[in-house]
């Protein structure tokens, strides 16, 4: 059961599902192995200070992997595009809980997390993304992402 949210925080964790994370995934993503000891640490960060969870996965990818299983009470959305906020309830989940800062974790970080980092910037809300917490398959896309996300980021603070 989660109590007031007085930090206005929430977590969100996109696509850290067995097709990404998991070795004998279908999408299976080598550098998602080094993020998920990272992940665990916001999620259980979160957790300990009771802050609001959601996991975002697409529809067909869905098993979220056992090292993050959802405990009652966290949030479970299916996305059918990149943009988690885009044809789903989230929006509406983070303003009930009174959100106004996300931190935004998981893969890809060139598409998932990147559109759905300017969804939320774009609606108003304040976001980080830890560099230790977020992977893509590939190091250029990767950088490329980071880049672009600080830069939006900075735009947005000015």
């Not at 957790?47 to 969870?53: H, K, S, T």
């Not at 990149?82 to 983070?94: G, P, Q, R, S, V």
């Amino acid at each position: 059961m989660l109590g007031e949210n007085k930090s206005r925080r929430a977590l969100i964790i996109v696509n850290m599902t067995d097709n990404f994370a998991h070795q004998n995934g279908a999408n299976y993503i080598a550098a998602s192995k080094e993020i998920i000891p990272f992940v665990q640490g916001e999620l259980q960060y979160f957790r300990d200070r009771m802050r609001p969870v959601v996991f975002c996965n697409s529809a067909k990818n869905s098993a979220i992997i056992r090292e993050l299983s959802p405990r009652r009470g966290e949030i479970c959305i299916e996305k059918d595009k990149y943009n988690a906020f885009l044809n789903t309830n989230l929006d509406h989940i983070l303003q009930e809980q009174k959100v106004e800062n996300l931190t935004i974790v998981g893969l890809q970080l060139h598409s998932s997390i990147l559109l759905t980092a300017a969804a939320a910037l774009a609606q108003g809300f304040s976001v980080v993304v830890p560099e230790t917490c977020v992977c893509s398959d590939h190091e250029q896309e990767h950088l490329a992402a980071l880049r672009l996300f600080n830069l939006w980021s900075k735009a947005i603070n000015i």
